[in-house]
């Protein structure tokens, strides 16, 4: 039986398969026959049989959706249909239930004219552009797919927020949470979905923040890491008298916080609030963070007692490492968090509850939680184009090396002095270098990171 032929896509399409999930313009570079091939061709390299299909509520989703269980059946697989959920729903569903493989169709955080398809195997184990995105993407681009299974999958259908809710609450104590006030921001994503099952069992109020499931996005873009898509949340949350805010990107897996004051908490922050709170039941545990985070995080997981490991950036490194090290707790400065007990997977609504367990036992606001903490000062991401990314990286290290820093490679360039230090790493997609610097107080943080955007930029 020969290979079953398509036409090979144009050189655009292959800018889809990303290092981590399939992503880009709908119809441009996505569309309902290209999801059609991914779901043949995800089912030929997996060789899985069973598998589960979330999405989120971007507009393209239902056809999108409907195509790739298409491909995902005529290749042989059964699939079960979750509909409308997060991303982290879609990760508890393959492990909670046994699933051989998952898809969720969203772009996460990008605008509504995007689409695409993060990919998991059994175990939520998701699939990075090493691990089967690549070879996926190489079958879909080239149309040399396998033939069609003798057998069509069938095709069903299961509601599991409810489930999902159930199992979020059993990794804290629902009985000792405080009626706290809490305005949070769902940005019309799947957040609006996620939060009211979850929050229906807990005794805070809720000050819901645009909870109406729709794609296009009316009121912003749910990126919560630009500054522009927070105001409406900063100022609820002060002009309401909340304790806390709380914004979800579009597909809810990831989740950033705002103080009372209406001050915005960095992913980092929030990475070493939870490890504080996972380790007084976990004494002793490893836990890992990516090297972008502030120095603060080893330092408050070292004086807890547990064992910091640091990490180049990026979940699928993060999650194998977190397996390898039994890690009951990973955190990175995007937003992003691990757990263990949920089979690695991200979960911004775990790391939620982590954080309101924590105000409840401590008995303080979250400002008050955070000030001994948050000592440092960070620039944040800064983006800089420049014509040959190699030869900049090296022109600033053989600077720094001659300055009596401390170079190490472990994910692009990081430098080290005792009260500053940075880190530049090249995107994976464009010719861009992605500055982050944190210094000891503000004065230096502003110098140090001038410095080395004129080095950057010359």
């Not at 629902?174 to 807990?202: C, E, R, T």
């Not at 977190?322 to 911004?348: C, L, P, Q, T, V």
Request: aromatic share 8%.
């Amino acid at each position: 039986m020969t290979n079953e032929q398509f036409e090979p896509l144009n050189p655009k399409g292959s800018t889809v398969f990303g290092a981590y999930d399939v992503r880009g313009l709908v119809p441009e570079e996505l569309n309902p026959d290209i999801a059609y091939r991914i779901g043949r061709a995800t089912t030929a390299f997996l060789g899985a049989t069973e598998f589960v299909v979330g999405r989120d509520m971007r507009v393209s989703g239902p056809a999108l959706s409907a195509a790739l269980i298409d491909g995902l059946r005529d290749q042989g697989a059964n699939v079960t249909d979750i509909g409308l959920v997060s991303t982290d729903t879609l990760y508890f569903a393959v492990g909670k239930y046994g699933y051989e493989a998952g898809v969720m169709i969203t772009a996460s955080h990008n605008p509504a004219a995007y689409n695409g398809f993060k990919i998991c195997r059994e175990e939520a184990r998701a699939l990075s552009k090493e691990t089967g995105i690549g070879e996926i993407g190489e079958l879909v681009i080239s149309g040399e797919l396998p033939p069609m299974a003798d057998r069509r999958g069938d095709l069903s259908e299961r509601d599991v927020l409810d489930a999902y809710a159930e199992y979020v609450l059993g990794m804290i104590d629902p009985s000792s949470i405080k009626p706290l006030k809490i305005a949070i921001d769902a940005g019309n994503g799947m957040a609006g979905a996620l939060v009211p099952p979850v929050f229906a069992h807990l005794p805070c109020e809720v000050v819901p923040l645009y909870f109406e499931l729709d794609g296009t996005f009316p009121n912003h873009v749910a990126n919560p890491i630009e500054p522009e898509n927070i105001r409406d949340l900063q100022r609820t949350v002060v002009e309401q008298g909340c304790d806390l805010g709380v914004a979800f990107d579009g597909d809810a897996d990831r989740m950033f916080l705002i103080d009372e004051h209406g001050a915005f908490v960095g992913g980092d922050m929030t990475t070493a609030m939870v490890a504080l709170e996972m380790l007084r039941k976990n004494p002793g545990s490893a836990i890992v963070y990516n090297l972008i985070c502030s120095r603060t995080v080893p330092e408050i997981i070292e004086e807890h007692g547990g064992r910091p490991i640091r990490t180049p950036v990026g979940h699928s490194i993060i999650k194998a490492l977190m397996r390898d090290e039994d890690a009951i707790f990973g955190g990175e400065h995007s937003g992003h968090f691990y757990f263990r007990d949920n089979w690695y997977a991200d979960s911004g609504l775990i790391a939620l509850l982590t954080v309101l367990q924590l105000i409840s036992d401590e008995d303080q606001s979250l400002s008050a939680i955070l000030e001994p903490i948050d000592s440092r000062f960070r620039s944040g991401e800064i983006n800089s184009e420049v014509a040959d990314v190699g030869a900049t990286v090296k022109r600033i290290e053989d600077h720094y090396a001659s300055h009596g820093g401390e170079l190490d490679d472990l994910d692009g360039l990081t430098v080290e002095f005792d009260d500053w230090w940075f880190n530049l790493r090249a995107s994976n997609t464009q010719p861009l270098l992605r500055l982050n610097v944190e210094a000891d107080d503000k004065a230096l943080l502003d110098r140090k990171t001038a410095e080395v955007l004129a080095m950057i930029r010359r």
